[in-house]
């Protein structure tokens, strides 16, 4: 097992992000089912894999697994509310393909905006940008790379405030895409959402219905390209390549959120002839690394028993 969380700069970063998003966790318990679709609708073999993991777990979890091709499927607590953390850039992220679509930004349009109205907005200075100094600039694709591949709250906090430029005489703009998106119970007042939407999402994505197939396909792609790989993808085996046999990762488009006794994933897994959609949801954990291996081996279970 992981050593247990040390308060330090991850931790910080998270705390910080917790106040931007305007929510507090509090509290711990052992885990509670909330039921959600009909029980004649579940996976058994899939329930038995969650239920073994989460067994004597405290905290609260939240799970969608929905297999794309056989739509075999096992839902846990996934129409409970949830903190949403980083989960918001996924919407974030189809609005600003959003306004790609329109026009009315390019992928070379710069953003940029001052370390300090940065900070202030964040609540503190976020990973990797402590030696800057003046303003920040971005293109408008450098900013979606950092945020697809590291989370970058700066760059989520000037791609934001574009859109909104853009849209300052209409509906929040966020709010408005999720409402597009068929997103019931994504908010951004309090940002909080479930796994059921969450799971949603990439759903549209893998039917090439978030905006268009091309944007579907570039989004997929981005996410693709993350970094922070300590769940979902963390323990999933190598495949042999179509392309020349050199063995890789089986590709996975994902995106995690973290906040303080919180941590997430979801995404699409692309097992060859048998993809899949993992979301899974954490919250009121008392060590957040252990949580993070809790889902490591938990998409390892499910990617075993859909890779038979």
Do not use: W
Request: proline share 4%.
């Amino acid at each position: 097992m992981s050593p247990h969380s040390r308060l330090g700069l991850g931790t910080l970063i998270a705390l910080c992000l917790a106040i931007f998003l305007a929510r507090l966790i509090h509290g711990q318990a052992i885990y509670t089912v909330f039921s959600d679709i009909p029980t004649q609708t579940q996976s058994k073999a899939l329930q038995i894999i969650v239920n073994n993991r989460l067994k004597d777990q405290k905290g609260d979890f939240a799970i969608v697994i929905e297999n794309i091709q056989t739509k075999e499927q096992y839902h846990f607590n996934s129409q409970k509310l949830f903190p949403s953390g980083s989960f918001y850039k996924l919407v974030l992220i189809a609005s600003v393909y959003k306004e790609l679509a329109k026009g009315s930004l390019t992928k070379e349009t710069i953003l940029s905006a001052s370390k300090d109205y940065l900070t202030e907005s964040f609540g503190a200075v976020d990973f990797g940008y402590e030696n800057f100094s003046g303003p920040i600039t971005l293109s408008l694709q450098d900013a979606l790379n950092r945020v697809a591949q590291v989370s970058d709250n700066f760059a989520a906090i000037m791609l934001t405030d574009k859109v909104r430029e853009l849209t300052s005489n209409q509906q929040e703009p966020l709010a408005q895409m999720a409402q597009d998106l068929g997103l019931k119970d994504t908010h951004f007042g309090q940002p909080e959402t479930t796994a059921l939407d969450t799971a949603h999402f990439f759903r549209l994505l893998s039917e090439g219905k978030v905006l268009s197939p091309a944007a579907s396909q570039e989004i997929i792609d981005l996410l693709a390209s993350s970094q922070i790989n300590n769940r979902i993808p963390s323990l999933l085996p190598q495949i042999e390549s179509t392309v020349g046999g050199q063995p890789k990762r089986v590709k996975v488009a994902h995106k995690t959120a973290e906040l303080p006794g919180l941590r997430h994933d979801g995404g699409i897994v692309f097992l060859p002839n048998n993809p899949y959609i993992i979301v899974l949801m954490s919250k009121n954990v008392q060590f957040e690394d252990d949580t993070v291996e809790l889902l490591a081996n938990l998409s390892k279970d499910v990617y075993d028993y859909f890779a038979k």
